[in-house]
Nanobody, 126 residues
Framework: QVQLAESGGGLVQAGGSLRLSCAAS????????MGWFRQAPGQVREFVAS????????YDGDSVKGRFTISRDNSKNMVYLQMNSLKPEDTAVYFC???????????????????WGQGTQVTVSP
């Protein structure tokens, strides 16, 4: 089973950018559908973006459309989340998630994903 580890979080001012990375180990990523979620204190875990196994399709959550971009490099076993025009309401712990699937559908529900990383904190100051 694949293991996931996020990195790249930190403190940034509003309007700034960050790039999160998700490194996979123990298994090749090219058979996994990948997603990013986030969870703010006291809030439910929220879908941010997802990408199909071959990067054929990407999907964004409504709150990040036009600002965040998900991508992947299967040769490096990596998934990325480029976050631009950050807002204080983007502050959360960001999680990388995977499910072994060739689907091209938009998977937004937490329970659809079977493997999760530990998360990385993103804090956006006003």
């Amino acid at each position: 089973q694949v293991q996931l580890a996020e990195s790249g979080g930190g403190l940034v001012q509003a309007g700034g950018s960050l790039r999160l990375s998700c490194a996979a180990s123990r298994s090749s990523l090219d058979i996994y559908y990948m997603g990013w979620f986030r969870q703010a204190p006291g809030q439910v875990r929220e879908f941010v973006a997802s990408i199909t196994w071959n990067s054929g399709r990407t999907y964004d959550g409504d709150s990040v459309k036009g600002r965040f971009t998900i991508s992947r490099d299967n040769s490096k076993n990596m998934v990325y989340l480029q976050m631009n025009s950050l807002k204080p309401e983007d502050t959360a712990v960001y999680f990388c998630a995977a499910v072994r699937s060739w689907t091209s559908s938009r998977l937004v529900r937490v329970e659809k994903y079977k493997v999760w990383g530990q998360g990385t904190q993103v804090t956006v100051s006003p």
